[in-house]
């Protein structure tokens, strides 16, 4: 059974910085765009970047100086790296697969074009 499983969130004061990470199994994870969003109470969930199958980075303008989006495929793992984490970070994180395969190095932006999604990972931001 294909499933994702998101890790590496907790809590960190203002200014620092965690790794998220998304584990994909029983899928070719490789073939796959694989897109971060968050949703904090009572808010939609956002696109926060994402990835494409052939390694390309797409990121919001709200965070694209503070976050990096890498992938290992032979991990079948995608990263997300957050900076200098703020007041507007802290929410429940979670990444996606979009099983429609597209040649190239894009990567859809809204939550509907994914398939698959993780349960998510906390992130708290407090000093």
């Known amino acids: 059974q294909a499933q994702l499983v998101e890790s590496g969130g907790g809590l960190v004061q203002p200014g620092g910085s965690l790794r998220l990470s998304c584990v994909g199994s029983?899928?070719?994870?490789?073939?796959?765009?694989v897109g971060w969003f968050r949703q904090a109470p009572g808010k939609e969930r956002e696109g926060v970047g994402c990835?494409?199958?052939?390694?390309?980075?797409s990121l919001s303008d709200s965070v694209k100086d503070r976050v990096n989006i890498s992938r290992d495929n032979a991990k079948s793992t995608v990263y997300r790296q957050m900076n200098s984490l703020n007041a507007e970070d802290p929410t429940v994180y979670y990444c996606?697969?979009?099983?429609?395969?597209?040649?190239?190095?894009?990567?859809?932006?809204?939550?509907?074009?994914?398939?698959?999604w993780g349960r998510g990972t906390q992130v708290t931001v407090s000093s």
């Open positions: 990835i494409s199958r052939d390694g390309g980075a």
């Open positions: 996606a697969v979009d099983y429609l395969v597209v040649p190239g190095g894009t990567c859809p932006s809204k939550a509907y074009e994914y398939d698959l």
């Open positions: 029983g899928l070719a994870f490789h073939q796959y765009s």
